[in-house]
Structures are given as structure tokens and as C-alpha cells.
């Protein structure tokens, strides 16, 4: 079975098992305090221009959703989402469990708009009886999204000038970052995402590391003792260099954004497959998830040699499911599986 | 001015201080054990068919709310509502703030479906990533519901039956039940409540008391040290007598019914009064809270002499205004606003 | 039976419920924005020199409290208290359930002393691994103490200093108050407390009010959006004015100092009537609570006419109870206790 | 710089990285269901007693702590611990965050009596205020806890019995599991855990692996949507197998007992090298923690070649210091330090 059922079903791509192993005799002190995680918080800086960025190491993405909500949010106050957003769906009321309410807006091909935020902002802004509702303070972004989409340059641009009018604080979860800075129709860079955003992570789970996310603050109020954050949230790793060793690994040389941008590439082929085959998408995607709509016999076939994700029913005879490529993804079984998606 | 805008904007019905009054040379135990609590309890419990049910008097609904779905609910657990329901819209967050999720379903005329409902509880049931997802374990109604409206017996029995073959707990909101059970159209008991609910409460504040709520618990494994939740929620009135009292002078003898009943009864005439005007309901309401939509000429000429509450815009030129009779409001004063909606 | 027992066994003053009498027949607009409030709030701001104060009106001791230390406290910082503080012993784990730890100080006669607090403080300040341990950010303290004990004027500036100097908020839980400020050794006024304290609150529930209690916020910075920890903490009364009202009648002439005197007074009658007994006190009071050390006999005995508080056993022959008098209380139901104390 | 400062310095054993690599090549399922994990736990189960029980992989001990207690506990419910337990001094709250209060104990050498528990347990069931009062509902130790000692099986037994008399569930933090049970003076085997606790758990941060936890729940009630707790608090591993795997690789063959006891061993030959010198321990232990009262010289001197632990000043001349052994401690490092002791 070729699995391409999600991007977190390999251990690490091999440079990062090689950094483990020849650290492996060496010691270091604990919780992140250690030359690796500076170093990988280094190599993450560059490709920023916010000198005075913080960057935490945690371990994995609803961690670093929930402990960022936690550290920006008072008890009153609210996270504008994406209905389908990953915080409001599949993370067991993780934030909700924080003490925070979710404003969850109707998403178009997974993401909001700066008009829908603005509405939801000034209806609190504007409303006469503000202590019966939570106010809204921090807006959360996926990037790319839950749908493989991606916010273009313009859109973040006019969301963050909205949160700033508004005073909301924002957010991007970036726990497929890679394979949308690599996408071909992407516009928006690292730089863009420090400059635009309160708060942002590089996913390293997904994006060739054994485990583990980078939290980028740029707004420093939002850093202000962060760490206890992490510790209360459980969230900091006891050998913190494991985290800052591989993303140092990572993002030294590019590694980060060179296995990713050969992911989605791989994926734009499955895309197109599945498009001359004349399976519609489910929602058009330039990143490394592609979404389509399979007949049922379709399904069944190509489940005989490849693992991927059933998402929902359509109607009777049709399901959407989704095809995911990772660093780890081959061109052989990606043209495996384009050759059988013709003998559909 | 006379006031029409909610149905809490007066003190208590003079029995209610009449009691307080009689009783205040007397001294009792504290935290709601007392006679007096007792006496509310049983007073209480002859309208229902369920001699075991537990009744604890809490002091406001937001209290009452969140203490029980905090005591009925595992942290992964979540609420189920109306997207309307003063839970999800008008209480600050507080369910969220006790760590729960509220599913919010789209709301018709106020109210959701068995069908809404059913469709929730299976979509958990048969999902395989269960633990990615909050379960939906209560289901929260308010009878009337924010929009004046009732849930007739059928659809309540049906909601019941759901709740129950899918496990979950069924929770009616009364803060105003006493307009919904005296209304012509209503076809519901506080005996069908006992009997559908696994708890629910009679609202006291809006409906002749100086303040409280009564709340039955039905399903006794909801009832296991409750009395450590409300103290915990801040909801455990030091003079518990207070409350008991006022419900035994309520329920004793029917007067809750009786000016509840005749408060609905005004709000029909205003209701009709509009609609031999023309103006149209915004939502129609069989209960004591008239929504309708006003020319802004007509807002502002009613507004000279009447307090009313702005619900918001629907255009331009006309918005959504809310008059509401209580249990104090008199035949005059509503004579006097259906002659000036006469002359509008 | 006469009731010693506790300081919330009887309804109100009787200017109190003729205070509630005489608006009955007016309407008021919801949730304290009302005249009433106003006015309780400036009767309150008169006995301060503060005229910028903050005041809010909720129901009961325990709501302030944690509705208090929620809207000052981030999720990773902490509260100190007395070991046999209120917050700490008998709000069923509150202050914790809103997130918060409690750091414990042993307490001596129910006091803690600025030494203590410095020291919590310095742990803090000087560790390096702050990000492991709750940082102490608020200190609670009551006035008088759960055991009727005072800190003298001297106490809580030093404790004000050193809050001041390590950047803790200092809360006084004046459920109480009255009783200590009336009392022969005390040298405290609410100017002081004013001036010494970020907030405190005077109680009502105990001090001649039906229930509720007046919040004073002096740090602004804490009165921010409080209303909507008021509101999503179950804590705002919908009749307000209920509680506005009950506090111009007691603040507005003085009316609070006086009753709340008087009681305090009674008290040390029965405390000298238990002196010249040899009867000795468990902890020296000179407020409105008295804790005696009774052989079991002596217990019982005055069990037979009066109901007063057991707390704890001694040993086998002796246990701790704790006689109360209260703005209710007659002399000659003092004068009957003193008597039969005389005859034990 | 040899480092004895702590056992969380060094990446992982040999064979776990061997592990890690040889399956890197392989896909896998996510969030624990996988092949590696059932391994796993299989091979942890061959010591256990108990073929139903649970066994649940997570990342961090901090995470197991509140996520278990969090899952065990109902709101009112309250934690009894030693005052020195690693829930209550270092874990920034995290068990108070999630709402929980704990009543610390003072410990005697790390560790609480069965009476002091019972004590406890007896106060709640005799109060007649209950509802004003935390529940206490579960016992956390630790094993070896966290001044290195451990209970005998004679006082686990004890506190397992009245913890079943009264109700509450045992629960072991065993983060440091193998260093005790290697200890020479331990007569406490995992399946006297097993069969004295309702859940514990097996360290592997510490004790070999490159990180992870191994939860054992034999109280099958608490197991019921477990799942659900891990994802919600943000324990879910996406590459759950990461963790399976290594508790396989430790736990197969007995390598988990075998380089902590040899790290146990060193440490005791750094015991009697210090009690030779005639320097006094500060607290007995027979594992691998070594809690020394150092003179500052002594301290300065060892510091230039050897990084430990600070714990706290004793007076103006001496310190408390640990020293600690980890899986990956050698004997030559520990001959080196025992020599420059002796040169002391």
C-alpha cells in the first residue's frame, strides 16, 4: 500500500535523523535553553526581517494553537475562524477548553475574508450591550488552509490592516507552511507573514521534521513570559534541542522549502490526473492536499493500492476524498498512482 | 415613559414582598437549607409527576445555565443550541469559559429540530476520528425561546427521543416559562417538561419574583453533589430562604401562572394591534415578546412615550424593535400603546 | 432557639425592605445601569477619597472573589492567601476552577504579614526557572479575617508596600467589613483601604443588606471591561437597581457603620461574659465573631437555647464553636446569653 | 563539563535511534493507532499483571499529569499530593489551570503517609459542609519522587487500601519508574503498580528514550474516551508510532530496567563517595538523584568540571546541590567525579 492519506505518516527526512544522531553523545541543558535552539531560531530569522522576532519550539500543532490563544486572550474575549479552520474542527474543543469562544464564520474554499472580520469587529465595536458578548481579539488563519488553499498577498494584506483598525490580534497556523510558500500560485513570503502578523508558526510535523512547530512572535506584548504559557500548556519539550536541532536542520540551507515545494509540485500532478481523467475537485487546491469527488467504484479500485483519506459522502455514488503528498512522497509512486488514476 | 422593553425591569410581585416583609424578624439556616426552600421545593412539584425530582433555586439564569452544563458535561463534551440561544449569544462566553464547545445550529423562528439534532449526534457517533472531535452530549432549548416562540409538545417529544437514543442530555431553558406555558397556542405541561427533560428551570426573575430561578433535576445522576457545582459557580445565595420563599408564594397557589398567563395575554393584543396596523411581526410570537418591524417614523414616534428594544436594522428605513409585557405590566398601559399604534 | 450561628441568618434592615417597598411600583432599565446604582455607588465614593473609583454591584462574597482575581490575573499566575482564607477553604476550589492556584501562607489568628508576602514574592523574582512555577500576582486578604481578627493600619501599609514594590494587586474580602471598621481597636478606614488596596469590597450579604456586595476598584487598569467578567462570571444581578438601592440606603446616612457598630459591640459583651467565666477564646476577636474553646458540657448546654457554629474538636472534652451576633442581633438576646453563660 | 545536573541532558539510548532510523523508510498510521504502539504497550503489558489495562503513549510528563487528572477528576474534585510533588511546585499550575485544586501535604523526605491521607479523606466525609469544600478525589505520588526516595511496597499498599476505603484513585508519576524500581533497597515491582494504583505511568524522557511517556490505566472507568483527553490537551502525538516504538525498544528485552539500574548503581557509588568525604546528604536516596550539602568552596570546586544542580541556599556557608545519573552516565565520568570529591 503507498500511503497518501496525510503528511504525517513518515518519521523525518534523513538530514534530521543524521543532526539526532550526531548529537546523540552530547548533552545539553533543558527546556529549550541551549545553543540549538538559538540556532534554529536563527536560521528561522533570516528569512525574516523582524530582528527582534521570539521564535518557541513546541511540539505539535494544537499545542501551539491552544497556548497562543491562552497568552494573547482575557477570559471575554474571542477567536475569529474559519468554520472549517483546523482549531474548530479537529482539535477536541481544545480552545474552547481554554476558556475561549470561537466566532466561527462561514468559509468560501476554506478561508474568510477581511470583510466578514470587519463586520464581526464592528458589530462589537458598535453594540450597546458588549459585557452580554465576547468581544473579538485574535483572528485565526490557516496557511495554507484546511482545503490545501491559500490566502493571497492582497487578502492577508487587507485582513491584518483590518485587525490592526479593530485592534484583533492575528494568527497563522502555518502547520503546512512549506507546502504553500512552494506553491507556483503563491504571492506571499515569510517575510510578508512576520510583517502582517502578530503570530505565526512554521509546522515542522508535516514538513520533513520528526516532530515539532516553530511560534514566531513579532508583536513582543504577546511574548511577555510566554514561556510559562508553554510549560502550563505542557507544551515544552523537557530536551528542547531535539526541536531547535531540527529546525535548524531545516531551515539552514532551505531544506524546509525545497522537500516541500517538490511535495506540492508532486501533488499539482495528481491534480492534473485526476483532471484529464475528468474527476472534478472538491475544492481547487495548488498545495499538497487535493480534494476530489470519486465515484464509488473509483474509490474502491484505487483503495486496492493506495491508503487515502475518505472525507465525506456526496451522495449516494459519489465521496469526497483527499490525496496528500509530503516531503517524503516519491515521483515513482506519485507516477504510480497518476497511471492508475487513467485506468480508472 | 412606560416601559416595554424587557421583562425585568420591575421588582416583584407585591405578594412576593409581602412575604420577604413577614418574614424578616425570623432567622433561618443558611446556603438553602431551610423551610422555606423545602416548602418552594414541594410547591413546585405538585405540577410535575416525578416525586423525586431535585429543585434547587439558583439566583440568575446565566448561572443557572452554565452550572448545569458545567455538571452535566465532560471537558471533551459539548452543548448543542440554537444559534439564537441565549447561551451562545448573550452571556458572555460563559459556557466556553467553563471549558465547553457549543454546537450552534442554524435556528428557525427561534428553534431547532429533532432532525437538526439527530443529524449532530450521528455525525459523532459513526465518525472513526472521534477523538479529533467534541462529542455532543446536551442539548440546550429555551421554552419560550428568544424570539417568543414555542416548541409544541410533538416537537419536544421528538427532541426527547432523540436526546435519549443518542445519550444525551436534554436541558430547557425557562426563564420565561411561565409566558410559554399560559399562552393559547401552547399545548405543553410542567409535567411534560419533568417527564422529557433530564433538567430544566422556572424562571423567577422575569416572571414575579425579585430575582431566582428554580431548578428541577429530573435525571438524578445529573443531581450527584450539584450542590458543590452551584457553590462552586457562585450561584449559592447566603439567604437561600430568600428564594424558596419567593417560589412558594408563586407556585403555592398558582399565582406564577396567573400573571405570567395575563401578561401573554396583553402581549397578544399589542401583537394584534400591530397587525391590524399593517406593521408586519418579525417573528410571530404567541408569547409575552412581540417582535415587529417599524418604519423608523413609527420607531421614533412610538419612542416619545414608550421604552422599547432596538433588535437591529433591517434597512434603511426599517429595523426590528421588541415590546414585551411582564407579569406587572397593566390593561392601561397597554390600551394606551395600541391606541398610538392606532395612530401611527 | 436563638441564633448565633452565623451573620446571614436574617433578611435585611427594615429601612432596607422599605427601601424595596417603595420602588416596587417603578421600572428600571436592567443589568445596573440605573439611577439606583449610580447612586449606591457615589454614598459608597463619599467614605473614599477616590472620586474616580470604579464601583460594581454583585450578589455574593464568593462571585467577587473570583470574578475579581479572574478579571486581574493571567492564566499562569497565582493568588496569596492565608491558609484559612475564605478563597482557600470554603469556595469549593473557586479560585482554581477559574484556573488560578492559591500559594497558602500559614496564617497566624487568620493573618499573613508583609514578611510573608515579601518572601513569596523574592522566590519568584529571583528564580531562574520562573517559567516552571506560578508567579504570585495578587494578594487576598480579609478584613476583618474568618477569624474576626483585624490587621491594624500599620499591617496593611506594609503589605500595601511590598505589593506595590514586587507589582502585586492587593484584594481585601470585605464580606465583613462593617464589623471590623466599628470595631474599639480598629484604626483602619475606608480611605485607607481606599488608598492601600487595588480593590476591595464591602459586604451587604452580612452587613444589614438582603444580599450583595459593593466591589471598589482604585487601579483603573483592573476596571477594564470588567462588567463583562461581572456578566460571563453569572455574577450581574438583571434588577440591579435591587442592589444599588440596598447600598444608598445603607451608605447614604451611614446607616452601615452604625448597625454593623452596634454588633461588634454586642459581641464583646459575650466575649468579656466567656472571660470572666474562664472560658477561653480560641483566637482573641474584636469584631463581631467570637471563637471560644466549651467543654463538652458547656456545649451542650447552651445548645439547648442557642444555635451557634461547632468547629472543630479540641480534644476529647473541649471543641471550638463560634458564637455571631449581627446587625439583627437584640440586646436582650445577649443579655440571655451572657446570663446563661454566667450559669455554666 | 560533565554534566550531573539533571537526567534529561542526553538524546536517547543507542537502540532507540537505531529504532528510529530503521523505520524511517516505513508510513505509518497516525495519532497512536498504529502497529509500534500496540508493540508497546504489548511489551510494557508482559510486566504487568493485568491484560486489560490501557496503555497510552504521550509526549511529556507535565502533559500526562494534568491530562490524567483533568480526565479522573469532576470540577469539585481537588488532588491530594505531597507539598514537594511535582504538580505542585513545578508544573506552573498546570493542574490548577485545568481547574483542579490541590491540597498539598507536607512530605516527609518526598513523601505523604497513608494517614495523612486518610486524614484528608476523612475530613471531606465527616464535614457537613461538603459543598463548601473540594472533593478530594485522587492521590498523586510519585515513584521515586522527587527527592529520589520511594515507597516501600508495605506503604504503597497502605495508601492503596485507603485510597479504595474512601474512595479515591491512586495515581504514580513514575517520570523517573526505572531508576527506582533498580534501586537496591526497592521491593516494589510494576505489578504491584498495577495492582495497587488506578493509573501510573513509565517514564521514558528520562529513562532512555528520546522523549514519551508511557500512561498504564488499569481502572478501565477511567479510560473511557480517553483519547478524547490526550487530543484536548494537546498530548496526541500526530506520529504516534515515534512513541510506540520506542517504548518497544526499551521495554522488549528488558533494556528500560537494565540502564537504569546500572544509572542507579553509579549514582550510589556518588552517594558513599560524598558520605566518605563526610559530606551529609541532605536526603537519603537509593536512587539516582543525590541531594548534597555542599560548603560553598566544596561547590566552587566542583563546578569547574561539573555542571549540577542548584537546589537552594542552607545557610551562609552551604548549599544544597543534586547530583544525577542517567541512563547514558558512565562509569568513567562517575570515577572522575568521585576522585575530585575525594580531593575535596
Known sequence: MIRFNNDYSRGAHPKILAALAQTNNESYGGYGIDPWCEKGADAI???????????????????????????????????????????????????????????????HDGKITSEQIEEEARLYRDSDIQEHITQPKLVYLSFPTEYGTLYSLRELADISRVCREYGLYLFIDGARLGYGLGAAENDVTMKDLARLTDLFYCGGTKCGALFGEALVITNLTLNVNFRSYIKQNGAMLAKGWLLGLQFYALFA???????????????????????????????????????????????????????FEFEKKIDATHSCVRFCTNWGTTQEEVDELITDIGKL
Do not use: W
Open 45 to 107: 530569522k533570516k528569512y525574516l526581517d523582524c530582528p527582534e522576532a521570539a521564535v518557541h519550539f513546541l511540539v505539535g500543532g494544537t499545542q501551539v494553537n491552544y497556548t497562543a490563544i491562552s497568552a494573547a486572550l482575557r477570559p471575554y474575549q474571542s477567536v475569529i475562524s474559519a468554520d472549517s479552520g483546523h482549531i474548530n474542527v479537529h482539535e477536541t474543543g481544545a480552545v474552547e477548553h481554554c476558556g475561549h469562544k470561537i466566532q466561527a464564520l462561514p468559509a
Open 253 to 307: 540551507d532551505g531544506l524546509y522549502f525545497e522537500i516541500t515545494k517538490k511535495a506540492t509540485e508532486l501533488a499539482q500532478q495528481i491534480r492534473r490526473a485526476f483532471a484529464q481523467k475528468g474527476i472534478p475537485p472538491y475544492i481547487e487546491s495548488c498545495t499538497n492536499q487535493q480534494f476530489v469527488v470519486l465515484e464509488n467504484g473509483q474509490m474502491e479500485q484505487l483503495a486496492e493500492k493506495y491508503v
